[in-house]
């Protein structure tokens, strides 16, 4: 299991990052997935034998939001 | 009470902010329930009728919680201090809702609720259901995914006191946001990006204003020197120092220790009377249909409360002033205001 933090953008308002865990976690090979609409982050855990960062990153943005792994 | 500008805040942020989540619910259990039915071969159905139940039980369960909001919130303000307060706090957090909608600092986002995750989870599987009262359900289950927004409203409906009128906001505010999942939703994504900022800009004022009365009504309620009113009344008093006849408006208003006034939902009827000093004054309060909070008259200088039992009830209040001047009464909201004269 790997853990990853990404900075997002373009939330407005908490049921976006509700949208964005509901559409993570519904990803073979996510655990959890935790946004936080405040920080504008979301906390990712996965199977790094199913799926890589870059897949979950391709999934935020299919969501609709620009991500980035967190600085 | 301005339902109507609570319509519009459902109409333009309730659309886009719980379409955004809800919508993609509402799809998700339509799509389940088509999938059983391709199963068993009878796909006849078409997503209105999901649709339909999805909104209506909604729609029920917010004005049920508004109810249920009200109620709690007027058994909490049995002491009147406790009102203002609330009320207060509920307009300060509406306008917080507004800045952070407007985006002006992201310290704003932080005062946005995000609900449990057991919550979002229990909803989330709920729309996977295949039950032909799956939409229905998830419809009444939203109650506990609400947006910023909506949890303004609920602040609205507590602090309003009066399980009525808590209703009635709720129910505005979700009645307001019908109409985007009815399929304008498709019109706004085809507007785009930038028809959805000035959306949230609309929004954003609707709910300032909001707060802004909400704010101002508690402290007409307190009877606080610095209210919208008060700066009023007292612009007029030094215009009318300028203007001759301003006192005009005010010579046909009987001087009585036994005046009427006539209570309706939209508040006051005469908003002015004139009572002498130093002699008892039995101020009969005539229920018409009072539906709203000017039922709950207050006169905050003199510490003194009356509650119309019903709508058409009346109530009779006593005083004796002791020294001439003005003494303003209002609503328990500080919405609808008015003024004895003593002389």
Known sequence: ?71 | MDLWVIFITGLTVGGLTCLAVQGGLLASVIAAREEEEVEKGINNSNPVFPTVSFLITKLIAYTVLGFILGAFGGAISINQTTQIVMQFAAGLYMIVVAFNLLDIHPIFRYAIIQPPRFLTRRIRSQSKSKDMYAPALLGAMTIFIPCGTTIAMEALAISSASPFLGAAIMGAFVLGTIPVFLGVGVITSILGDNFRTRFLRIAAIAIFYLGLTSINGSLVAAGSPVSSNSIKEGTQSVISIFTVNSSNQNMNITTTQNPEIYVTSGGYSPNYIRVKKGLPVALKLIGKDAYSCASAFRIPSLGLSATLEGPNDIKVVKFTPQKSGRISFSCSMGMYTGVIEVI
């Open chain 1, 1 to 71: 299991m790997k853990k990853i933090k990404l900075d997002i953008e373009g939330m407005h308002c908490s049921s976006c990052a509700m949208n964005i865990d509901f559409d993570l976690e519904d990803m073979d090979g996510v655990k959890t997935a935790k946004t936080s609409y405040a920080k504008q982050q979301c906390e990712v855990e996965f199977d790094e034998g199913k799926i890589t960062a870059e897949d979950v990153l391709k999934q935020v943005q299919k969501t609709g939001y620009k991500a980035a792994p967190a600085q």
